[in-house]
């Protein structure tokens, strides 16, 4: 096997027994990488100079083919009710043939790591058929310098295989799509999908596993700092704005999608973002959109005019489409990744009945209650077979992701929270004026005011009512915002229709969180919706 590129000579593809490639391609930069997709015709250039290519028929994560080795040392502590367990025979077997389908490939490796804070630092190589797939994931995750891959030593590997056919009845799987997570040996194999979202997830899932046992949160959301030195973060699962609203110019940006909360504060888990593109527009997202318009950038399922001009507009291969760049192709980025203890807790969700309010003040018990629910919608296209939003409730704001109970996710952010003496808000971004179909999304001019409000303290003066469904605290009037916009029942033509409504998602949340019941605290339990607060 010939390796070009730079890497520890001592520390090969042999260790991950892919030996049996053509050639290894290391740690090449994004010039060498354009070079490679092109010629192989995995991608196209756009009119502005950067990287645009189609995944095909998995145009997002697929969720139901994903798996977890179940052996001894992740019997008792994965949450099975969550994740479909793989048999270590079958892991086997796919390694196995994972080794075998490499065999006279051209492979291309990243030795990365997840985790700007050192001491909780995953060193992982990344091994991917595709060329576009290695500018992907080296945009992604946290790029070492050249005298650290000298002695870097992988305690992660990742394969990703879009050519390889898994087999259910070899390989235990669901179909000839698989993503199989070895958490012991930290090993994951991604077959059958060109999605390459699947490779950052995975490194995600990795760290999930890993951190609670060190005393470190790890949370799917996006954090920003203030000229104050008051950092936030923003839960929130595709599609809520976790992106979008923590790109703003007038605060550092950490990062938009993955995080840690440790002894000394946060840290960014990636060295990259990975923003949606559907209706991206130079106004209302200057810092996302400048970014589509440079070399380095990946654009993922954009529709190309004749001249390769991207039209953010077009979902017709997706609405997920993606653009993926490094973390300092935002003017405003933090160039360590690190920073202080939060100020803020923000939890974003869509809310396709168009019941919330915009914002609301939790206390820490209705914290803890609502990351637990994790309410929101499925954005169309975020996942395969999802086409028009749906309400769900992704526990802890990112289930899929979550190997451990939720409940110990939960009693460790709110441990962090009292702690630290964080306040804590609900916001909608979702539709007001009626469900989906019916009302309309919610302003996200509102949205960046109240967020506004929230982060500078200036809400806290606010007059607040008491929400007769969820019993939070919901601002009466903010300056610069419809006050009717701040009481949703206002913003329907019809307020019994809006009461049925409002009833329906109590029952929801109730139902979802009985799960839940025997693992938390009374006052958690008390922080639930009544049924008879939302009586017609």
């Not at 104050?228 to 923590?246: E, H, M, R």
Request: net charge negative; with cysteine.
């Amino acid at each position: 096997m010939k390796e070009f590129g730079w890497h520890n000579p001592h520390c090969g593809l042999e260790s991950s027994g892919l030996s049996g490639a053509a050639v290894a391609y290391f740690n090449f930069g994004a010039a060498c990488l354009y070079e490679e997709a092109l010629r192989r015709s995995e991608a196209r250039l756009t009119a502005a100079g950067a990287l645009m290519a189609v995944t095909g028929r998995h145009t997002g994560r697929s969720a139901k083919d994903k798996f977890t080795v179940r052996d001894a040392n992740t019997d008792g502590v994965v949450w099975w009710d969550n994740n479909a367990p793989m048999a270590p025979e079958h892991f086997e077997t796919l390694y196995a043939d994972f080794q075998a389908h490499v065999k006279d490939k051209e492979l291309f490796v990243q030795d990365l790591a997840g985790g700007a804070d050192e001491t909780f630092r995953l060193p992982v190589r990344v091994v991917t058929e595709y060329a576009w797939h290695s500018l992907f994931i080296r945009n992604l995750l946290i790029r070492p310098d050249r005298g650290a891959l000298e002695s870097f030593v992988p305690k992660m590997t990742v394969i990703d295989l879009p050519s390889f056919r898994a087999d259910p009845a070899r390989h235990g799987c669901r179909s000839e799509t698989v993503v199989a997570v070895d958490l012991t040996r930290m090993i994951v194999l991604i077959g059958g999908t060109s999605y390459a979202g699947e490779m950052k997830k995975s490194v995600f899932t990795a760290l999930n596993y890993m951190l609670p046992a060190r005393g470190v949160m790890p949370m799917h959301c996006s954090a920003n700092v203030g000229p104050d030195d008051d950092p936030a973060i923003f839960f929130g699962l595709s599609g809520t704005g976790k992106t979008t609203l923590s790109a703003d110019s007038s605060r550092t940006l950490l990062g938009d999608d993955e995080h840690g909360w440790g002894p000394d504060g946060l840290f960014n888990f990636e060295g990259g973002c990975y923003a949606k593109t559907i209706r991206l527009s130079p106004e209302a997202e200057p810092e996302i959109y400048a970014t589509t318009q440079r070399f380095g950038t990946i654009l993922e399922n954009v529709v190309l005019d004749e001249e390769g001009v991207p039209d953010f507009n077009d979902g017709s291969l997706t609405e997920n489409t993606r653009c993926a760049y490094p973390l300092h192709f935002i003017a405003n980025a933090s160039p360590t990744g690190r920073t202080g203890h939060p100020k803020n807790v923000i939890m974003l969700t869509a809310d396709a009945f168009g019941v919330l309010p915009p914002v609301a003040k939790l206390t820490p018990a209705q914290a803890m209650y609502h990351f637990l629910s994790g309410y929101t919608a499925k954005v169309a296209g975020t996942e395969k077979g999802v086409t028009e939003p749906e309400a769900t409730f992704s526990t802890c704001f990112g289930a899929p992701f979550m190997p451990r109970h939720p409940a110990e996710y939960g009693n460790l952010l709110r441990r962090l929270i009292a702690e630290h003496d964080v306040d804590c808000w609900l916001v909608n971004t979702g539709w007001t004026g009626g469900a989906y179909g019916t009302g309309r999304r919610m302003p996200i001019k509102a949205t960046r005011t109240l967020l506004a409000a929230a982060l500078d303290g200036s809400l806290h003066d606010a007059t607040f009512r008491t929400d007769p469904h969820f019993g939070f605290a919901v601002p009466v009037a903010v300056p610069g915002v419809d006050e009717t916009i701040l009481d949703p029942r206002r913003t329907w033509a019809d307020g019994t229709a809006y009461d049925r409504q409002a009833k329906k998602l109590v029952r929801m949340f109730i139902d979802n969180f009985a799960k839940f019941e025997d693992h938390v605290d009374a006052d958690v339990n008390m922080a639930a919706p009544r049924v008879q607060d939302a009586a017609e």
